[in-house]
């Protein structure tokens, strides 16, 4: 498992193959550690699909994999940040009807186990954004001051980007586009962590509409053409398609 993590940045295919092996090792051990190593290589495992832009691979594996063995381990809180990687994938295929019931289910667990505040606000940020695309905007603007609330003792938090993306969201829908594009630029600001680029890129293309709707269409021109030279961004097919 820790070869699979070692070569997790640099060799995706020999990282799957450690983590296929750790394992097929931990197959006849019934202890709540074992259960729980085999649920974080499969969530690792599963992740490799999703950089492989396989969104449905991803899936397949949380559900039928990573999650039953949390399950087994009795760890809610692996359960509950899986249901909202379940989410975020359904989001990625544009399928936001089914990620909005895994959002909940992740919530309530958060919100019944007292989870750290920040796994609370990361499934709080994600479900806010699945509303905007269900245009469920009352909802969204209900997850944003909650999160305001929440994320208030920790200004420093990476968590705000997320936060701010959502913001922008609404803002955008309520055709405040000056306001929108702040907002986006605050989330830029507070992106911080291992996430930092995929987020910025998020937050970027969303900057990009509030600047088209606001008819500010050389500076949407100008970051459209540094997406388009990363390669990155490049490699994912929805990324190329906006």
């Known amino acids: 498992a820790h070869e699979g993590y070692l070569y997790y940045s640099a060799d ?16 006849s051990f019934t202890t709540k550690e074992a259960y729980q190593s085999r649920a ?3 969530i690792n495992r599963a992740a490799i699909r999703q950089r492989k832009d396989d969104d449905r691979a991803y899936i397949d594996i949380i559900l039928n994999k990573a999650i039953p063995y949390a399950l087994k381990a ?7 940040s899986q249901y909202v990687g379940i989410g975020t994938a359904f989001m990625n295929l544009e399928e936001y009807d089914k990620a909005e019931p895994y959002f909940d289910k992740a919530i309530a667990i958060f919100q019944s186990t007292h989870a750290q505040p920040s796994r609370l606000v990361a499934a709080l940020n ?3 954004e699945n509303y905007t695309y269900l245009k469920k905007y009352d909802e969204a603007k209900k997850t944003v001051a909650a999160v305001k609330t929440l994320l208030a003792p920790y200004p420093e938090s990476e968590l705000f980007a997320v936060h701010y993306m959502v913001e922008g969201l609404c803002y955008l829908h309520d ?47 100008q970051i459209l053409l540094e997406l388009s030279k990363d390669e990155e961004v490049m490699g ?7």
Do not use: C
């Not at 193959?17 to 931990?26: G, R, T």
């Not at 009795?74 to 509950?80: H, K, L, M, Y």
């Not at 405040?176 to 293309?205: C, D, H, M, R, W």
């Open 12 to 27: 995706i295919d020999r990282s799957d193959a450690a983590f296929a092996k750790a394992d097929s090792l931990l197959n």
């Open 40 to 42: 974080n290589v499969w």
């Open 74 to 80: 009795g760890d809610s809180a692996i359960v509950a």
């Open 126 to 128: 994600r479900a806010g």
């Open 175 to 221: 055709q405040q586009y000056t306001l929108a594009e702040t907002s986006f630029n605050k989330g830029i600001a507070a992106a911080k962590g291992p996430n930092k680029a995929y987020v910025i890129q998020e937050l970027l293309f969303y900057k990009v509409k509030a600047l088209l709707a606001n008819k500010k269409y050389e500076p949407a021109r």
């Open 236 to 242: 994912l097919g929805s990324s190329r398609l906006e």
